[in-house]
């Protein structure tokens, strides 16, 4: 039989099975093929109904019929195209596309401070693994997900292989917004997940706190491993690659260190300009990144500066950087900021009015983090007043946490101060190791508080605390955020505390 194009393969192969419900035919029918990578047929859908469809009833008609006009075996990967922000983004951008994608976020988004860079572009592949140094077993059980909202097929990824990747079950291809603002990188994303290693590598993705860096990484992790379950996927912060690589020396484990990293597939690394000044952490990277990419190994980076800027870094480690794609992330307009509202009141199940979504869209516009954090708030008002959200509701909550960024300077001492002094506590006290019952939510309340408000990592929120891990932070805030839907007490307390700490900052300003 001759070989065809995928397109006419898909289109042959659609004509060869029987699907009686009209809806699903007309759904499957819109189902296009992406790629071919390596036998993996990449297919976009726009309805979950047809990813089902696709993956269970049809899935043996149509590989076999797929495998019969492209004269090789093959396995399908569907993923469900994301609700649009814009019609655009209607679907997963082909591997492609990124030149004219990247032409398009310079015309669209404000310039940035990289305008400078120039992307290179190389190949590679990737693998690893890793003993959990940072996720403690209440940590792990409490990240696996219920469900897991993956992004493309093969959703039965083993939830243990996620918990070993670090990868946080919510940052996902499927909740991330893509407009203007970040539709290259997202892009660039995804074909990293796609072909890791042969589409950008490294991928160095930098811009502002809050932005989505980290849950883009996270996206890539989780779709990569829905594409190829075999590979090592690994999630680290640079302080705990930090810590890692300091624990390792202390403890004699250098090869062991130097194995586990080396053994990845996927290394995704987050805000890498924390290893900056220190020698020792910096130089085993650049050994752990030479020895990944020689191997053909994927590694992402994530920095809140380009390499040019990056302090601190000697040129050999900043060429290398550049060696593949640099792309950015700019804050998000106001319909993306609206649409990504939209999308974590639906993940939520949040019921908020557009006008709501508006309202708070329009003013919080530099920060994802805050902007989600205003709609915690909102929603657990409601929750704790049994009350419909409505404009007038949400203005009330929000007047006195929607002010100007520029007129205050919120520091994680100013919310450890103000904290302490409202529980009647020192500061001191609650970076020490007491456990008693007011000191722990005093604590958990204050860790809550300098994430939302600060631009500190979960590490160096930590390392505030009393050089606490960023496991501990990452529960506080969890904790905080559910308590706040349930217990009036902690809402008046996280609400009253805001209120302090900004007209604080303003007046220090
Ligand atoms: N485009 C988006 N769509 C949906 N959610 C987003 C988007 N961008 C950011 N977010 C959300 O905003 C929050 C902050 O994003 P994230 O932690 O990825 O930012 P970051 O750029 O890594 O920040 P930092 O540099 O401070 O670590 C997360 O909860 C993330 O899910």
């Given at each position: 039989?001759?070989?065809?194009?995928?397109?006419?393969?898909?289109?042959?192969?659609?004509?060869?099975?029987?699907?009686?419900?009209?809806?699903?035919?007309?759904?499957?029918?819109?189902?296009?093929?992406?790629?071919?990578?390596?036998?993996?047929?990449?297919?976009?859908?726009?309805?979950?109904?047809?990813?089902?469809?696709?993956?269970?009833?049809?899935?043996?008609?149509?590989?076999?019929?797929?495998?019969?006009?492209?004269?090789?075996?093959?396995?399908?990967?569907?993923?469900?195209?994301?609700?649009?922000?814009?019609?655009?983004?209607?679907?997963?951008?082909?591997?492609?596309?990124?030149?004219?994608?990247?032409?398009?976020?310079?015309?669209?988004?404000?310039?940035?401070?990289?305008?400078?860079?120039?992307?290179?572009?190389?190949?590679?592949?990737?693998?690893?693994?890793?003993?959990?140094?940072?996720?403690?077993?209440?940590?792990?059980?409490?990240?696996?997900?219920?469900?897991?909202?993956?992004?493309?097929?093969?959703?039965?990824?083993?939830?243990?292989?996620?918990?070993?990747?670090?990868?946080?079950?919510?940052?996902?291809?499927?909740?991330?917004?893509?407009?203007?603002?970040?539709?290259?990188?997202?892009?660039?994303?995804?074909?990293?997940?796609?072909?890791?290693?042969?589409?950008?590598?490294?991928?160095?993705?930098?811009?502002?706190?809050?932005?989505?860096?980290?849950?883009?990484?996270?996206?890539?992790?989780?779709?990569?491993?829905?594409?190829?379950?075999?590979?090592?996927?690994?999630?680290?912060?640079?302080?705990?690659?930090?810590?890692?690589?300091?624990?390792?020396?202390?403890?004699?484990?250098?090869?062991?260190?130097?194995?586990?990293?080396?053994?990845?597939?996927?290394?995704?690394?987050?805000?890498?300009?924390?290893?900056?000044?220190?020698?020792?952490?910096?130089?085993?990277?650049?050994?752990?990144?030479?020895?990944?990419?020689?191997?053909?190994?994927?590694v992402v980076i994530t920095s809140d500066v380009p390499p040019k800027k990056l302090q601190g870094f000697e040129d050999r480690m900043r060429s290398r950087f550049e060696m593949g794609l640099l792309t950015d992330v700019q804050p998000p307009d106001l319909e993306t900021r609206i649409a990504i509202l939209q999308k974590k009141a639906r993940l939520d199940k949040t019921e908020a009015p557009p006008e709501v979504l508006e309202y708070i869209a329009s003013r919080i516009s530099t920060n994802i983090r805050e902007l989600e954090g205003a709609l915690i708030r909102v929603t657990a008002s409601a929750n704790l007043s049994n009350q419909e959200i409505d404009l007038h509701m949400t203005e009330m909550v929000l007047k006195d946490i929607i002010t100007d960024p520029d007129d205050e300077e919120i520091t994680p001492s100013l919310i450890m101060l103000e904290t302490a002094d409202y529980f009647g506590t020192t500061v001191e006290a609650l970076c020490s190791a007491d456990r008693s019952r007011m000191l722990v939510d005093a604590r958990q309340i204050a860790m809550y508080l300098c994430r939302e408000l600060t631009d500190l990592s979960l590490p160096a929120i930590g390392k505030e605390f009393g050089g606490r891990d960023h496991t501990t932070v990452m529960h506080a805030n969890k904790k905080i955020r559910n308590s706040m839907t349930q217990k009036r007490q902690v809402f008046n307390q996280v609400s009253e505390l805001t209120n302090r700490i900004k007209q604080k900052a303003r007046r220090r300003y």
């Open positions: 039989m001759a070989e065809y194009s995928l397109q006419d393969a898909w289109n042959r192969a659609l004509r060869e099975v029987e699907i009686e419900n009209d809806f699903v035919r007309a759904v499957i029918k819109a189902t296009r093929p992406l790629a071919n990578i390596s036998g993996t047929i990449l297919l976009a859908t726009p309805h979950e109904i047809a990813k089902k469809a696709i993956e269970n009833q049809l899935n043996q008609e149509l590989t076999a019929a797929l495998a019969k006009y492209l004269a090789h075996d093959v396995r399908l990967a569907v993923s469900v195209e994301q609700p649009p922000a814009d019609e655009e983004d209607r679907s997963p951008a082909p591997v492609t596309n990124l030149h004219e994608l990247r032409n398009d976020q310079e015309k669209s988004a404000p310039p940035s401070s990289s305008a400078e860079n120039t992307d290179v572009f190389t190949a590679a592949d990737y693998p690893f693994t890793a003993e959990d140094q940072y996720v403690n077993k209440a940590e792990q059980e409490s990240q696996i997900p219920s469900g897991p909202r993956l992004v493309v097929s093969n959703p039965e990824i083993d939830p243990t292989i996620l918990v070993e990747a670090h990868l946080n079950p919510q940052y996902t291809f499927d909740s991330f917004v893509t407009g203007a603002s970040n539709r290259f990188t997202s892009a660039a994303a995804r074909a990293v997940a796609e072909t890791p290693a042969r589409a950008y590598n490294p991928l160095f993705i930098y811009g502002g706190s809050g932005l989505g860096k980290t849950h883009l990484m996270h996206a890539i992790g989780h779709y990569a491993l829905s594409l190829y379950p075999e590979l090592k996927v690994k999630y680290v912060s640079s302080e705990a690659f930090t810590n890692d690589f300091i624990n390792s020396i202390r403890e004699d484990r250098a090869e062991q260190f130097q194995r586990r990293y080396r053994e990845i597939d996927i290394l995704l690394i987050d805000d890498i300009q924390f290893i900056q000044d220190k020698e020792q952490t910096m130089e085993e990277f650049f050994h752990t990144f030479n020895a990944l990419h020689t191997a053909n190994k994927q």
